[in-house]
């Protein structure tokens, strides 16, 4: 099955610091990524859709200006959170699609970064 | 919007017993749904799929059904041990992925 791996898996900032983390999609190309967001004991809950040569659509709530997405090619995408403050500290996710969107396909998912904003 | 909540929260079960764990949905308009598993501060790993158009899904001590008409999910665990505790997720694909609240869950030796 497809592999998707995120760096780093964790990073400790102070606050005001940007921080970027990498997905990649190492068996396949992948037009569309999603980053999810998990705060301590709570469900994943889905940032935004990245989409190559695009703009990322992001979900309600999300800012898009602190969470920069760049979907730069077919095996990687980006989340820079900018400016990080404490609050932002959580668990990203990503995952790839592993078929043609909407068509019943599964999902794989990265290993996760814990992100700690001090 | 799609709502996905799981029932109970937690659960805590002594070695060897059978347990249900439960997903509902709020709308039935699905391509499939998920169910994963996720240790202590670490990523997801794929249990289950099943697809919309199929009824369940066996792999090992797991089996999973879908009720698509009804928005309802179970995951049965056979003969729990240890090694299960952790946190199960199920989540639907409608056609973004929305995951449920979760169940934390205890097999205590």
């Known amino acids: 099955g497809a592999v998707v791996s995120q760096h780093p898996s964790r990073v400790i900032c102070k606050s005001g610091t940007s921080v970027k983390i990498e997905c990649r999609s190492l068996?396949?190309?992948?037009?569309?990524m999603f980053w999810y967001r998990q705060f301590p004991k709570q469900s994943l809950m889905l940032m935004a859709t990245s989409n190559e040569g695009s703009k990322a659509t992001y979900e309600q709530g999300v800012e898009k200006d602190k969470f920069l997405i760049n979907h730069a090619s077919l095996t990687l995408s980006t989340l820079t959170v900018t400016s990080a403050h404490p609050e932002d500290s959580s668990f990203y996710i990503c995952?790839?699609?592993?078929?043609?969107?909407?068509?019943?396909?599964?999902?794989?998912f990265g290993p996760g970064t814990r992100l700690t904003v001090l | 919007k799609q709502e996905v909540t799981q029932i109970p929260a937690a659960l805590s079960v002594p070695e060897g017993e059978n347990l249900v764990l439960n997903c509902s949905f709020t709308?039935?308009?699905?391509?499939?749904l998920q169910w994963f598993r996720q240790d202590p501060g670490k990523g997801l790993t794929s249990l289950l799929l099943i697809q919309s158009s199929q009824r369940e899904q066996t792999s090992g001590r797991l089996n999973a059904s879908l009720d698509k008409s009804s928005g309802r999910s179970t995951l049965y665990i056979a003969a729990s041990q240890p090694g299960d505790s952790a946190t199960y997720l199920c989540a639907v694909y409608s056609p973004l992925l929305y995951f449920g609240t979760g169940t934390s869950l205890t097999v205590i030796p």
């Open positions: 068996d396949f190309q992948a037009t569309t």
């Open positions: 995952s790839v699609p592993g078929g043609l969107a909407g068509g019943g396909d599964t999902q794989y």
């Open positions: 709308d039935s308009a699905i391509y499939n």
